[in-house]
Structures are given as C-alpha cells and as structure tokens.
C-alpha cells in the first residue's frame, strides 16, 4: 500500500533561520508551492517532488519533537557537508552505524527538529 515517504513538515518558528539551515546548510532549494492561503515554503532535493514543507504562520509547540524523534534525509559527500557544519559553527554528532557501516550525522534545526543525514559507508569523514 505504502510505497514511500513523501515529505515532512516543519512549523518554522524564525523563517530566515529556517531557510539558512536547511537551504544555506543543507543545500535543499526552494520550489514550486501552490498558493494554500497561508505562509510556507516546499524544499526540494534532487527529486522532481518536495522532501520538506515548512510552515511560517503557526505557533512553535512547547513539546518541539513531539512523538516523531528525527528526519532522515540520505546524502553524499560527507566531508563537504562536515566542513559546511564546522564553518557554520552548527553542532553536530557523527556517527558510523554498526553492522551496515553508513555514517550518520545528526543535528537540530532551529526549531528543535532533529535531522540525520546519512551517508554511504564507503565515505571517509
């Protein structure tokens, strides 16, 4: 029935924030959005369809990641991206996952989501 994950949404409590991080950041673009009668944004990957849609006109819940603990997004070049985040000065944890060898880096939004990007085993940090 399922036959993949189409995207995630994000209540952006800083607009401009939000959009370095996960444009400026991450390298997601933004993209065509219809008109829905309120403020947001879609970002896209390299796919023709949005992996994120973020809402900028809703009040940011006390509980930040409520029952959802993190986004995965799958990446390359992983010593690019790691340089972007020492750049930035954005904390980060990076981590090799046992067994399958794949390199997970992880990380908040700044909006308290927690993001993974995950990266080929055969990549060297």
Same mark, same amino acid.
């Given at each position: 029935?399922?036959?993949?994950?189409?995207?995630?949404?994000?209540?952006?409590?800083?607009?401009?924030?939000?959009?370095?991080?996960?444009?400026?950041?991450?390298?997601?673009?933004?993209?065509?959005?219809?008109?829905?009668?309120?403020?947001?944004?879609?970002?896209?990957?390299?796919?023709?369809?949005?992996?994120?849609?973020?809402?900028?006109?809703?009040?940011?819940?006390?509980?930040?990641?409520?029952?959802?603990?993190?986004?995965?997004?799958? $990446?390359?070049?992983?010593?690019?991206?790691?340089?972007?985040? @020492?750049?930035? %000065?954005? !904390?980060? &944890? +990076?981590?090799?996952? $046992?067994?399958?060898?794949?390199?997970?880096?992880?990380?908040? @939004?700044?909006? %308290?989501? !927690?993001? &993974? +990007?995950?990266?080929? $085993?055969?990549?060297?940090?």
């Amino acid at each position: 029935m399922i036959v993949g994950m189409n995207h995630f949404t994000v209540i952006a409590e800083d607009q401009k924030k939000t959009l370095d991080f996960y444009v400026g950041l991450l390298g997601l673009a933004v993209g065509h959005r219809p008109e829905l009668g309120f403020p947001g944004a879609w970002l896209y990957g390299e796919s023709p369809q949005a992996v994120l849609h973020l809402y900028f006109d809703r009040p940011v819940p006390a509980q930040r990641a409520g029952v959802i603990d993190h986004m995965a997004f799958t $990446a390359r070049d992983l010593r690019a991206v790691k340089a972007r985040f @020492d750049r930035s %000065g954005t !904390k980060y &944890e +990076l981590r090799q996952q $046992a067994g399958a060898g794949t390199w997970q880096l992880f990380c908040h @939004d700044p909006n %308290g989501a !927690k993001v &993974e +990007l995950d990266f080929d $085993a055969s990549e060297q940090p």
